[in-house]
């Protein structure tokens, strides 16, 4: 969105009307925001009410030009409404418990704004994609499935169809394989998600298709279609391959840059991405991105000193919660290297990592999922 949304020139409307925030939710300065206001995924965006120190919208998610807009002027018509409706109401309580990291407490507000809103009610596609969001972050994934089949005909032919289908279908992959009713929910959640993404009339950016690849192919892997998954698999690195041919400036291409490595090492051919991330790199040499990803690339082709070579740029610059992810990366190349007693040390040093982050940015799962490695070693 940095890249390809926030330098539109339409935006320029909306110049004295918000003060314009971007968050590193890796520096450690940010911590005691993210306490009060937690960032679940990335990108997400949060409009504040100064006044009251309060949240008024919150959308996690990638988003278009007009999307923004859209998302700007509700914002602001919520802050300055008279008489708001019911389901408005709810919808913004339940954004702000969100925003506060209670999931848990928002479904059911979500849940009544959604059913007690008038017919033609302009915010059912955010409330929706809310919803299904939260359900997943709750690990609530019957409900999750069964919701997003449930509301997707409602929103179907709008930019929210894409993001209720795909989170979903995730949602009905992740379900137990005994589950009574997870063939039909993934068979109707499938079916949705290719008609959002064959629909020309939505407007969909070239990273968000991409997670509709994803969301196809581990789709397809559920159902034991391995001829499709490879199918859908080269599709998806031709499909970005493209994105980031047409890309005009070194920001704009490196957006792919995550997912074309995910495609590259799933399709066995790592060597595709180091060219990529060697640009990257020198195109933006202050970033701990691109040397992180090609230490995964060198390390899936077992150049294991040029995979630790890459590490180390990556640790010089990295900080906050990432520092633990790169650390985690660089105990796998000692591992697959052979080399046991190094890779005990870095998990360790990761695990150290993970305690010393301030609240806000501290995760006690991966914490126990680090201590659980390190005694498994």
């Not at 019911?86 to 999931?103: C, H, M, V, Y």
């Not at 939260?134 to 919701?147: H, K, V």
């Not at 870095?346 to 150290?352: N, Q, Y």
Request: hydrophobic share 40%; net charge neutral.
């Amino acid at each position: 969105m940095k890249a390809y949304v926030f330098t539109d020139a339409s935006l320029e409307r909306y110049a004295g009307r918000f003060v314009w925030l971007s968050l590193n939710t890796e520096d450690a300065k940010n911590a005691a925001f993210l306490k009060r206001y937690p960032i679940p995924a990335l990108p997400t965006i949060l409009v504040l009410d100064p006044s009251r120190d309060t949240v008024v919208l919150r959308y996690v998610g990638g988003a278009s030009v007009a999307q923004v807009r859209r998302l700007l002027d509700e914002a602001e018509n919520t802050v300055m409404a008279g008489r708001r409706s019911r389901a408005d109401t709810l919808l913004t309580r339940a954004d702000r418990l969100t925003s506060e990291g209670k999931q848990a407490e928002a479904v059911p507000l979500y849940v009544d704004a959604i059913s007690s809103a008038p017919q033609s009610w302009k915010k059912l596609g955010r409330a929706s994609e809310a919803l299904i969001y939260a359900l997943s972050m709750t690990n609530d994934q019957p409900r999750c499935a069964t919701r997003a089949l449930q509301l997707y005909p409602r929103v179907k032919g709008t930019p929210a169809a894409a993001n209720v289908a795909a989170t979903g279908l995730a949602c009905a992959v992740a379900l137990d394989k005994e589950h009574p009713k997870r063939r039909q929910l993934l068979d109707g959640l499938e079916t949705a998600t290719i008609e959002a993404f064959e629909d020309k009339k939505l407007v969909i950016s070239d990273d968000d298709r991409s997670g509709l690849y994803i969301a196809l192919i581990d789709a397809r892997d559920a159902a034991g279609d391995d001829e499709e998954v490879i199918r859908l698999k080269y599709e998806w690195a031709a499909f970005l391959e493209g994105a980031a041919a047409r890309a005009t400036t070194p920001d704009q291409r490196t957006v792919y840059d995550s997912h074309r490595l995910a495609a590259y090492l799933d399709l066995g051919t790592p060597e595709k991405a180091v060219p990529m991330l060697e640009q990257s790199e020198r195109d933006f040499p202050d970033d701990y991105n691109p040397p992180a990803r090609l230490a995964m690339a060198w390390k899936e082709l077992k150049e294991f000193d040029k995979a630790l070579a890459a590490s180390d740029r990556a640790l010089a610059k990295v900080y906050g919660p990432r520092r633990i992810s790169v650390l985690s990366v660089r105990a796998d190349i000692y591992v697959a290297r052979g080399d046991l007693a190094a890779a005990k040390e870095t998990v360790r040093a990761a695990l150290e990592a993970a305690k010393a982050l301030p609240e806000g940015q501290r995760s006690e799962r991966r914490i126990t999922a680090l201590e659980k490695r390190l005694a498994s070693m």
